[in-house]
């Protein structure tokens, strides 16, 4: 059972219910505490993060993982359950008799149907791995504030929550590659390392989900629910990103952020378009109808990544920076997938 | 449509290629465009690449918005040519109207309500602009005793009309001659020149005879100006002087009415050189109606009456008098001609009181030189004939002292202001202080006045400066000198010779900024000068040169004219001030002490120098001069219009054609329409059509 931690000062967050634990998941990676900053994306790591995480935010978080644990009262540890044989309660699967198996797990009523010995498996209950993929490619500086900032207080959130049930969350932001993760833990305390680790996250390089989810399925070994928090401004496509994971035995789960200027750009006259990732130049005149037609196209994408993850009961989300990410974190309590 | 085109075309050609190129060039180049970062370019390549099935339509919109800016330009263009609607006006004419502005126009036989003559000179001139075809243009001269044009040629009637209504009749007499010059000058190369003047006739024949002009044959009216070269050719005379008219259209609108007036045409007084407190007045009156004209005529000193009598005038008779004057202390004299009341004058029978329509010469003023008492000390030991030349003078008041009596009080500051100091053979260390003016007989030493060179024995005068005042009248060549010093001159210090024996000058006077001083290097003892009837004028001329009373100074100069007065000798200023007789006040130019004085206003005018410039604060009078200015014109007093005037032997016509026409000037709404296009443009630009 858990032992109530004496309460530490600081945000007004619930007592602890367990001790905070770090273990090092991914194979081949130096286990680091503090990710550094790449020199070459220092001249965008430089938007101010003081903010994200205040006092008000703090209070927004306490509210949300009330909810969650109303909403799912009952359950005390690793509410998911992975279809592993183990030493659980619930009966999975019958197997041959073996020469030295537990002979108390043999199912006798069978065998006095069908003169057969089998042993009797379990499920195994264990506690779920949550990883937030945040991506930290150059499109999402873009914003007032950047589409990050929203990213990262919704990776907060989403990492609370998922700490409050006693899930192990970690959080691996990525680009073109994958950066320097937080590794995978439990307890609520290590939310403020959560803060500290969002809030020196390096912002750079292109958005290419495919590679990085083919690099993220090989490294972390244990399959866990996969937030996938971008813009998904991939050129090559999402698909392949999100088909790596589904294809890994990952869940994904798809978190699409954009800014309404995105959508719904207030540009006219001769403009350089100007690829904030690739650099790539585009000479256009914006008038009325090409707006209109960019609208048109903006939300035909988004549609396509929402019939996509339909398509494969994937959970998929898709919102503004104008929406309070608490607000955000609410319906996707009310729709599930996160939470079960 | 015709053109007017201030602008030469062929400059409107060259800024319309110009422009254009601009234009064009402007939206050919690539222009810096805004950069504007975007998070997805893929979704922009997407739309664009459906947007280039259009891009045809896109190129004609930016056509649109090209072609927009070039017509705008093109109207802009079209109307700096001032266009005009209907077919080119063939009778445009260029023409200069002469508006009499002289003294004579002030007359009161204008219309009704006492209009003057100029009154109607003006709505004449503002009857013929207003009759002016569409492509005419007209310059207005004003004409009096100078010619002053009032604007350039333009077509602008309302604003010529405008100018015309400010226009006043001055007192001065009119200089045709030089207005009709400037016309002919003004006309030179324009097409179909035409000359109007407009005024009552009066003026110089001289004038009209100085002129060659052939009338124009009718229809001839567009015939190019014969060159100057072959009208003295064909003049034959080869006068030098004659205004080339030839090519002009000359016609003359005459307004005015009556010819009756009695007017003074001359008024002078002076002083008698030898009894400066008496003074004689010349006056000279004129009838130039042709009734008989009875007239009181009043003299006054300053406010005093000092002769009134009655003159009965026949038609176009002149009447001369010289009055003898003694006594009056004022300078300023004043003669008066009023009317005199009809017979039974007051009463119903009489009538309305008779009213003098040309009053300008009924006034006129002359100037007494002012008379200063001098007081001059006499510092001699004893000359009985020096002493007895002083007493010819009745305006000096003479004290008399010996050498040492006069260093005594001058160092006890005990000597009194003098005008001027005589020093008769002596020549003291200290002087009086300025401004005490000093005369010496036989200066000697380091403190004469001027440097000494030596000795010359019997010398003979042989040459004397007539020109200086003080030398003035005096005959010297048969006086005798037993000897003399001999005066070495500095020019440039402003020391002047008045006589000189063989260019050995032994009479010298020199003229600083505060005192005046005379010399002669000879000994009144060695010569028997004081014996002469040249010595005691030699003695009045240096103390009135003291007094600045200059005998030869005019004080009474007609409209009109320009003359240069002298200023007693100011240095270092280089304008002086002149207030006329109604209160305005000018600025005249100074140089070498002499004022150029233009005579504009009937009346008495004060000249003025100033040891500060004009416009600032008011400075020391360094000198002051009163002139009197009369009218002085028979021309111009002979009020009789003319009803026609002739010019090179032909009768001026009078001014015909000037048709009432509708202004057909249409660049005001190329303006508009250009400014509605450019409104349009921009439009269209921020509802992102033509983008």
Not at chain 1, 74 to 83: H, V, Y
Not at chain 1, 299 to 322: G, M, S, V, W
Not at chain 2, 577 to 597: D, H, I, M, N
Request: net charge neutral; hydrophobic share 40%.
């Amino acid at each position: 059972m858990a032992q109530r931690k004496p309460k530490q000062s600081g945000p007004a967050l619930a007592p602890m219910a367990d001790e905070a634990h770090e273990t090092h998941e991914a194979h081949g990676v130096a286990a680091r505490r503090r990710p550094s900053r790449s020199r070459a994306d220092r001249s965008v790591a430089d938007d101010d993060r003081s903010g994200l995480f205040d006092e008000e935010f703090l209070k927004k978080l306490e509210y949300l993982s009330l909810v969650a644990r109303k909403t799912f009262a009952g359950r005390l540890r690793a509410d998911r359950r992975t279809r592993k044989v183990g030493s659980g309660i619930e009966f999975a699967d019958h197997r041959r008799y073996s020469s030295g198996d537990d002979f108390r797990y043999i199912d006798w009523n069978v065998y006095g149907r069908i003169d057969r010995l089998l042993l009797r498996l379990f499920e195994e209950e264990e506690d779920l791995h949550i990883y937030i993929m945040l991506d930290a490619s150059r499109s999402m500086r873009i914003g007032n504030p950047p589409k990050l900032h929203y990213a990262m207080q919704v990776a907060a959130a989403l990492t609370y929550i998922g700490l409050g049930n006693l899930d192990r969350v970690g959080i691996i932001p990525f680009s073109d590659q994958l950066h320097e993760p937080l590794a995978a833990s439990r307890g609520k305390r290590r939310i403020f390392k959560v803060f500290e680790f969002l809030r020196n996250v390096r912002v750079g390089g292109l958005t290419q989900l495919g590679p990085c989810m083919d690099k993220f399925a090989h490294q972390y070994k244990r399959r866990g629910l996969a937030v996938l928090v971008s813009d998904f401004y991939d050129p090559r496509g999402f698909e392949e990103g999100i088909n790596e994971l589904r294809y890994n035995k990952f869940e994904p789960f798809v978190l699409q952020v954009y800014d309404e200027r995105e959508a719904n750009p207030s540009l006219h006259g001769d403009l350089t378009l100007v690829d904030c990732e690739t650099g790539e130049l585009k000479e256009v005149t914006v008038s009325r109808s090409l707006l209109e037609a960019y609208k048109a196209e903006h939300d035909k994408y988004c549609a396509e990544l929402n019939q996509f993850c339909t398509a494969r009961a994937i959970p998929y989300f898709r919102t503004h920076t104008k929406l309070p990410f608490d607000e955000l974190v609410l319906r996707i309590f009310r729709q599930g997938g996160f939470l079960r | 449509m015709s053109f007017l085109a201030p602008i030469p075309l062929g400059v409107i050609a060259w800024t319309a290629a110009v422009t254009a190129g601009l234009a064009v060039a402007a939206y050919i180049l690539k222009m810096r465009r805004r950069r504007f970062e975007v998070p997805f370019s893929t979704l922009w390549q997407r739309v664009l690449r459906e947007k280039e099935a259009t891009s045809l339509w896109k190129r004609l919109r930016r056509l649109l918005s090209l072609l927009l800016t070039l017509l705008v330009l093109g109207l802009l263009l079209l109307a700096a040519t001032e266009p005009r609607l209907g077919a080119v006006d063939r009778d445009s004419r260029s023409v200069v109207i002469l508006l009499d502005a002289s003294a004579s126009m002030k007359a009161r036989d204008g219309g009704k309500d006492g209009a003057t003559r100029m009154d109607a000179a003006r709505a004449a001139v503002r009857a013929l602009l207003e009759g002016m075809g569409g492509g005419d243009a007209a310059m207005v001269m004003r004409m009096d005793g100078q010619t002053t044009p009032l604007s350039r040629f333009e077509s602008d009637m309302p604003r010529l009309t405008s100018l015309v209504a400010k226009v006043e009749a001055s007192d001065t007499p009119a200089d045709l001659r030089r207005a009709l010059g400037a016309a002919a000058d003004a006309l030179r190369g324009r097409p179909n020149p035409m000359i109007i003047l407009v005024g009552d006739g009066a003026y110089d024949p001289e004038a009209l005879a100085s002129v060659t002009w052939k009338k124009p044959a009718a229809g001839a009216a567009g015939a190019a100006p014969v060159a100057p070269a072959a009208a003295a050719a064909a003049d034959g005379g080869k006068r030098l002087d004659l205004i080339d008219m030839s090519g002009i259209d000359v016609r003359y609108q005459p307004v005015g009415s009556s010819g009756e007036n009695v007017g003074i045409i001359a008024f002078n007084a002076r002083r008698y050189a030898t009894d400066k407190t008496s003074y004689e007045v010349y006056i000279e009156v004129q009838n130039t109606g042709k009734r008989p004209a009875r007239r009181k005529l009043v003299l006054y000193n300053g406010d005093l009456a000092t002769d009134v009598r009655t003159l009965e005038l026949n038609p176009g008779e002149r009447l001369r008098q010289i009055y003898s004057r003694g006594g009056g202390e004022d300078t300023v004299l004043r003669a008066s001609l009023e009317l005199e009341p009809p017979a039974g004058a007051g009463t119903p029978a009489a009538g309305p009181p008779r009213r003098d329509v040309f009053p300008l010469d009924d006034q006129a003023w002359a100037l007494l030189p002012a008379r200063r008492k001098q007081h001059v000390l006499l510092v001699t030991r004893d000359n009985l004939y020096l002493e007895g030349a002083m007493l010819v003078y009745d305006n000096i008041e003479v004290d008399k002292l010996t050498p040492d009596e006069f260093e005594a009080r001058l160092a006890a500051h005990k000597l009194p202001d003098y005008a001027a100091v005589v020093f008769d053979d002596y020549t003291p260390a200290a002087l009086p202080p300025p401004p005490t003016n000093l005369m010496y007989f036989n200066p000697q030493g380091e403190h004469s006045p001027f440097r000494l060179r030596g000795q010359v024995a019997h010398p003979h005068i042989t040459e004397v400066n007539d020109n200086h005042p003080v030398m003035r009248w005096l005959v010297l060549n048969d006086v005798n000198f037993d000897s003399s010093s001999v005066f070495e001159l500095d020019r440039d210090k402003g020391e002047v010779a008045l006589a000189s024996s063989v260019r050995d000058p032994i009479m010298a006077a020199r003229r600083t900024a505060d005192r005046k001083i005379v010399a002669c290097s000879f000994s009144l003892g060695s010569t028997d000068l004081m014996l002469r009837v040249a010595f005691p004028l030699f003695l009045v001329n240096t103390i009135d040169w003291f007094a600045s009373d200059e005998a030869d100074l005019l004080t009474t100069y007609a409209t009109g004219t320009r003359a240069r007065v002298p200023l007693d000798g100011v240095l270092g200023v280089s304008e002086v001030t002149v207030t006329a007789p109604s209160k305005r006040v000018s600025r005249a130019p100074l140089v070498e002490g002499q004022a150029t004085f233009y005579a504009s206003e009937v009346g008495v005018h004060v000249l003025r120098a100033l040891d500060r410039p004009a416009g600032r604060a008011a400075g020391r009078v360094l000198a002051e001069v009163s002139l009197a200015a009369n009218l002085s014109s028979p021309t111009e007093s002979n009020i009789t219009p003319a009803p026609r005037l002739e010019l090179g032997g032909a009768v001026l016509a009078a001014p015909e054609g000037f048709g009432i026409s509708h202004p057909r000037s249409i660049w005001m709404y190329l303006i508009l329409l250009a400014a509605a296009l450019l409104c349009a443009e921009w439009l269209t630009f921020n509802r992102r059509i033509t983008v």
